[in-house]
């Protein structure tokens, strides 16, 4: 597969489809300005190379309780493996953790 970006189908494709991921195959087709085959070959191309990992809804914080998004800094006091794995079993255990990255700097997560 060439490079999804290369491709100006591909990129609208791609546009849509995260506006939309549940669209048809037809409403894909219809949106990019393409017939429904060349964009059926290319969305499977995509799924099966990786290019398109997963389809996933995105939920309305405040209608599901959840009033405030929050990214924190946080620093290890230790720096060695004992103490990261730790962090990282502590804080993939809090079910309000979405999302948790290594980072370079002043903080380390």
Not at 46 to 61: C, K, T
Request: proline content about 5%; charged content about 30%; hydrophobic content about 40%.
């Amino acid at each position: 597969m060439t490079d999804p970006l290369d491709d100006v189908l591909r990129r609208k494709i791609l546009v849509e489809l995260q506006r939309n991921g549940r669209l048809t195959n037809q409403e894909l087709a219809e949106r990019v300005g393409a017939s429904p085959s060349p964009v059926w070959r290319r969305v499977r191309d995509m799924e099966e190379s990786g290019v398109i990992r997963r389809y996933a809804a995105l939920l309305d914080p405040e209608a599901v309780g959840i009033g405030e998004c929050v990214f924190a800094q946080v620093t290890i006091e230790k720096h060695n493996r004992e103490m990261y794995q730790n962090f990282e079993r502590v804080v993939g255990s809090l079910p309000e953790v979405l999302e948790c990255y290594a980072l370079t700097g002043d903080a380390d997560f």
